[in-house]
């Protein structure tokens, strides 16, 4: 631990937060609870830093508002504006800039490719049925199914079917092994079970690229990496979101956001010039 991170946490500590380094953070980078800020053990100790003053943000932000564990803040307060949409669009691009994964382009491209996988599964099943829709049942395959294991790989793309008086005989199934499990069921039925299994992980990742969109758009978590960014790269932040840091320093300056984050942003960037 170097010795700008030590004295951060001295100070810290100094005003009355309890500040932990040899936790595991609930599984996050860090934490931060009331007084309290939780710094993961686990992190390389290039991110310790950025992480204590992202934590440290929201300590500010909560001796603003205190309901942001419950409803993450808002804007308006943060800065003491009610026109807050400009530092909305240039606050999600300094997060995309601080956090990659902020832009959850993993998640995306895999949600491009689950979408392809259901049109190639479409289009085996048109080439007989030219009618299918997805939108609608598909009577064919549900009369053939009905009396056929397979109709378990609807619901689970894995499953283990027992059998016997004692349940010792196992059979299991997945949706992979459509052909060699089912030998006799046309390709346009084993289509639609790949289908409907790309469906429901489509509808998955949906879900979380969803929550992850939510997260990272709260105004608290905003701030946060705001707050990180100005550490990591002040030029670049400056550059992504001037209305913001002009804002931001305005407020700083005149005592806005308290002492405490005046005193720990100037000693954090050093190499860098406040807006006037």
Not at 9 to 28: F, M, N, P
Not at 35 to 64: G, Q, W
Not at 154 to 182: A, H, M, P, Y
Request: hydrophobic residues 35%; proline residues 2%.
């Amino acid at each position: 631990m170097d010795d700008s991170v030590k004295e951060l946490i001295k100070y810290l500590r100094g005003i009355g937060l309890e500040v932990h380094t040899t936790t595991k953070a609930r599984g996050h980078q860090g934490i931060f609870m009331k007084n309290r800020i939780d710094v993961s053990e686990n992190i390389p100790k290039s991110r310790v830093m950025p992480t204590l003053l992202h934590e440290f943000a929201h300590y500010v932000h909560y001796c603003l508002e205190a309901s942001i564990a419950r409803n993450g803040g808002s804007l308006e307060v943060l800065f003491d504006d009610s026109d807050v949409g400009i530092y909305r669009e240039e606050l999600l691009k300094v997060t995309n800039f601080v956090d990659f994964h902020s832009k959850c382009e993993k998640l995306q491209n895999y949600k491009d490719s689950v979408k392809s996988n259901i049109l190639a599964q479409e289009k085996i099943i048109k080439a007989r049925y030219p009618k299918f829709m997805r939108s609608k049942k598909f009577k064919e395959f549900d009369k053939y199914i009905r009396h056929s294991k397979a109709k378990y790989l609807l619901k689970c793309d894995r499953v283990c079917l027992k059998s016997g008086f004692w349940g010792q005989k196992t059979e299991l199934l997945t949706v992979d092994n459509i052909e060699k499990d089912f030998c006799d069921m046309p390709i346009e039925f084993a289509a639609y079970i790949r289908l409907r299994s790309f469906q429901k992980k489509q509808s998955r990742v949906s879900a979380r690229i969803n929550r992850l969109q939510k997260y990272y758009a709260m105004p608290t978590e905003l701030f946060a990496r705001f707050v990180e960014g100005l550490y990591l790269d002040v030029k670049t932040v400056q550059n992504l979101a001037p209305n913001t840091c002009y804002r931001f320093y305005k407020l700083l300056n005149c005592g806005y956001y308290g002492s405490e984050l005046e005193f720990v942003m100037k000693n954090s960037l050093q190499s860098s010039k406040l807006v006037e």
